[in-house]
């Protein structure tokens, strides 16, 4: 397996932002290809200290990191990148990976 992890950070409005993903991100990144499952965080992003810089963490789960580049370069794929720009004011890391079971 392989993820596709975007890290959001937080934006100018978090209630205009989440209105935005859920509404219109989320329904044109389920069209991407090949995605396999995708979640997203729930309550406040933290990290070990408290909470974190982060807004939202997704998880979008494909077969392989093939898939995941053939997904982005699909029509789809690249509907879904260019509308991080409408809402992502904050600003959005993306992390691809393979997965292995340990």
């Not at 077969?63 to 809402?87: H, M, V, W, Y």
Request: aromatic share 10%; glycine share 10%.
């Amino acid at each position: 397996m392989a993820r596709l992890l975007a890290l959001y950070r937080t934006p100018k409005d978090p209630a205009a932002f989440d209105r935005y993903y859920f509404a219109t991100h989320v329904p044109l990144a389920k069209k991407i290809p090949g995605l396999r499952k995708y979640d997203v965080s729930s309550g406040t992003a933290l990290g070990p200290e408290g909470p974190s810089n982060f807004h939202l963490v997704a998880a979008l789960h494909f077969d392989s990191l093939d898939d995941i580049k053939a997904g982005l370069g699909s029509p789809e794929g690249q509907a879904t990148a260019a509308d991080l720009g409408n809402f992502a004011d904050g600003g959005v890391e993306l992390i691809f990976y393979d997965t292995k079971d340990v």
